[in-house]
C-alpha cells in the first residue's frame, strides 16, 4: 500500500516528512507529495487539482492501480474527500483516509473559519497572519458520498484533542502518540484500515 502524504495547504510546516522514514521500515510505501503554494484563489481547489496530479506522479507506472491510503495533516483535512474523489475519477483506489492533528471535512460547504469554529472547543477562527485574502473565508469543495472507506485520526499534538474526539464520535479508528512514537502510530494505523 502506498501511504500518499499530504502536506498542510500554504508551505505550513509538518510532520508527514518525519515520519515517512518509518513508515517504510514498516513496510508501507510512503510518498511525502509536494503542493506548491499558490497565492491565488480559488485556494482549495487549486490545492486539490495539485495534490491529486503529485499523488499520480507518486504511483508507479508498473502498478497504477496500487492501493493508496491518503493521509493528511493540518488543513489539508478538509480537502481530503475532495482529494479522494480525484483519485476515484482517475481509478486509482483509496483504501484508506488518515487525518493527523487536522481538521475534519464538514458536510456542506463551510469555509476554513467555519470549520475551526465548529470544532475547536473555544470555537475560535484559526489564526493564520499569513493566509492571503480570502483564504479562510472561501467555501470548501466537498464530496456528498465521502467517506467511501475507512477513515482514522491520529492526534500527536494535543491541540487537536478535540477534533480527535470528534473523528471518533464518528466511528473512525483514533489514535493517540507522542511525536516520538507518531511515525509507528500511523504505521499501526494504516495497517488497522486495511
Known sequence: MIAICLPPPLGAPGRLPALAPELAERGLDPAVVEVA???????????????????GRAV??????APLALVAEGGAGPLLGAV????????????AYVLVDAWLPQPGSPTRTDIAARQSPEGAAPELPDAPDGYLTEHL???????????????VDPAFTHVAK??????????EARPEDAGAALAELIDALR
Open 37 to 55: 503554494d499558490d497565492d491565488r484563489a480559488p485556494y482549495a481547489a487549486r490545492y486539490v487539482a495539485r495534490a491529486s496530479l503529485e499523488t
Open 60 to 65: 508507479p507506472a508498473d502498478d497504477p492501480r
Open 84 to 95: 479522494g474523489a480525484a483519485q476515484r475519477a482517475a481509478h486509482r483506489p483509496v483504501y
Open 141 to 155: 469543495p466537498t464530496v456528498a458520498d465521502w467517506p467511501d472507506a475507512p477513515c482514522g485520526y491520529l492526534c
Open 166 to 175: 470528534l473523528a471518533g464520535m464518528r466511528g473512525w479508528t483514533v489514535r
